[in-house]
C-alpha cells in the first residue's frame, strides 16, 4: 500500500475510478480479518459495556456480530447478559419467555452447545445467539460474594471448546457478550469471562 503510513493499520475497502479508499482499524480487527475462513486457532471474548443505557452497546453487538459472520465468514456467538433480552429479540426475533438461556448456562442446569440458537441471518452465516433471562436480575440481587462468582462464572463459559452445534471440527471464532446498563454483577461477570472489551463512548468537550 504505496502512499499509506503505517500500513499494517489500514484495510483496503473500496476503489472508485483511479482512486482508492482506506479504512483504518485496531489491531482486534485485523486479528478477525486474518482469521477469516481459517481454522480458527482460539476463541476470543469480547465485552461490550457502558454503565449508561442508551448508548448503543446493543446495536454495536448485533451488527458487529452480523458483519463479521455474513461478511467475513467467522463463526460467532452471542452471549444476552442483559435482563430486558434486546440483543435476543434483535437478533432472534419475538421470542417467548422460558427455554433454555443464558442463566440455565451460568447455573450449570445446560450446555452452551445445548443453549446456542441459530439465528436466520443468512443461510451461510454461522450466528448463534444464547438467549438472555430477566431472571439475571432478580438472581444479582441474591448473590453476595461476587468475586467468586464470576470466576465461577468463567470457568462455567470456557471450561472446554466452544463449538457450535450444528458445525464439526471447529470453535466459534469470536463470542461477543452484550452486557446492561449497569456497573453490576453482569458487567463485572463479562469482563472477567473476555479476552477484552468494547467500551461504547460520545466524543464531546466536557
Known amino acids: 500500500m504505496h502512499g499509506i503510513p503505517n500500513h499494517r493499520s489500514y484495510i483496503y475497502v473500496a476503489r472508485g475510478g483511479r482512486r482508492r479508499y482506506y479504512y483504518r482499524v485496531s489491531r482486534f480487527f ?9 481454522a480458527a486457532v482460539v476463541t ?7 454503565q449508561k443505557g442508551g448508548v448503543g452497546k446493543t446495536t454495536l453487538t448485533t ?16 452471549l444476552d447478559f442483559d435482563g ?25 442446569s445446560a450446555s452452551i452447545a445445548d443453549a446456542a440458537v441459530r439465528t436466520q441471518f443468512s443461510p451461510r452465516a454461522a450466528l448463534d445467539v444464547i ?14 460474594d461476587w468475586n467468586s462468582t464470576v470466576l465461577r462464572f ?7 471448546p466452544v463449538t457450535p452445534t450444528s458445525e ?11 452486557t446492561p446498563p449497569a456497573g453490576g454483577l453482569w458487567l463485572q461477570a463479562a469482563l472477567t469471562v473476555s479476552d477484552g472489551y468494547i467500551v461504547i463512548a460520545q466524543c464531546e468537550r466536557y
Do not use: K
Open 168 to 178: 464439526t471440527g471447529r470453535d466459534y471464532d469470536v463470542v461477543l457478550i452484550d
Open 63 to 78: 451488527n458487529l456480530a452480523a458483519a463479521l459472520a455474513g461478511g467475513l465468514g467467522l463463526r460467532v456467538l452471542v
Open 84 to 108: 430486558q433480552r434486546n440483543t435476543t429479540i434483535g437478533l432472534l426475533g419475538p421470542t417467548p419467555e422460558g427455554g433454555i438461556t443464558i442463566e440455565s448456562v451460568l447455573r450449570e
Open 154 to 160: 468463567r470457568e462455567v463459559l470456557r471450561a472446554g
Open 44 to 50: 476470543r471474548w469480547i465485552a461490550v459495556g457502558m
Open 30 to 38: 485485523l486479528f478477525l480479518l486474518s482469521t477469516q475462513r481459517v
Open 131 to 144: 438467549p438472555g433471562s430477566r431472571g439475571l436480575t432478580a438472581w444479582e440481587q441474591e448473590i453476595r
